[in-house]
């Protein structure tokens, strides 16, 4: 019923009934809201079954993610985020667990992230010196150290889905220089949101292919520790 309907219908009406009709008519209007809420929660599932779905990719074929066992705060999702750094910026926040992409308007992409363990986080500024897909994984002399099974991958480890960097890398440089962070894809879905990594940032696959595809190189990238 319309606003004018509604006034032509209530004229002539007696009070209480007046009451009653007006009390009718909002809860019509509040039913509806509460429906069309009820699609939007519908589609964002849609949206999230289509993020998150397996993808073949440069021969590979990534698996779905069990978007549903994780937590939703970690899902890939545009929200309001006032900022001082310019639009294409990357901010990840360490101790909220999220990166941003800040975007025109006031608005950033957000994605979960797995960040590094104590002792091995990092903080500052860098730029995304370049990017690859389908990266080889080369573990650093130190983390060979620290665990000498790693030894057979000096020279590399080839491209797939069991490497740790997942399908795209987007390598951090400061001053010229290679920091060795990384900001990557893992199979390891289920440390989104945890201090798992030895100082890198991780995004689930289909994150970081979603970001790969958004991201410059020679952008900034801020990592923040508080």
């Known amino acids: 019923m319309t606003l004018r309907n509604f006034a032509a219908f209530i004229a002539g009406r007696t009070f209480s009934e007046t009451v009653m ?9 509040l039913s509806s ?7 939007s929660i519908s589609s964002s599932a849609r949206s999230y079954r ?12 990534v698996p779905e993610i069990p978007y549903r066992k994780i937590d939703k705060q970690y899902l890939r999702q545009e929200v309001d985020y006032q900022t001082k750094y310019r639009p294409g910026t990357v901010v990840v926040d360490v101790p909220k667990r999220f990166l941003y992409l800040v975007q025109p308007g006031g608005t950033a992409m957000r994605y979960g992230v797995g960040v590094g363990k104590q002792g091995f986080a990092w903080s500052g500024s860098a730029t995304i010196g370049w990017k690859k897909e389908w990266p080889t994984w080369t573990p650093p002399a130190r983390m060979i150290g620290r665990r000498p099974e790693l030894r057979k991958w000096a020279g590399g480890m080839p491209p797939g889905l069991s490497n740790p960097l997942g399908p795209r890398a987007l390598y951090l440089m400061k001053g010229g220089r290679d ?12 440390t989104i949101g945890t201090a798992a990594s030895s100082g ?10 979603d970001l790969y595809d958004r991201v410059k190189p020679g952008a900034k990238v801020i990592v923040k520790q508080t």
């Open 33 to 39: 809201a509460a429906l069309a809420g009820c699609s």
């Open 50 to 61: 289509t993020a998150y779905g397996a993808v073949t990719d440069g021969g590979f074929k």
């Open 200 to 209: 890198c940032i991780r995004l689930l696959n289909q994150d970081i292919i």
């Open 21 to 29: 009709d007006r009390r009718t008519f909002t809860l019509s209007l």
């Open 179 to 190: 920091t060795l962070y990384r900001l990557h894809g893992t199979p390891e879905w289920w």
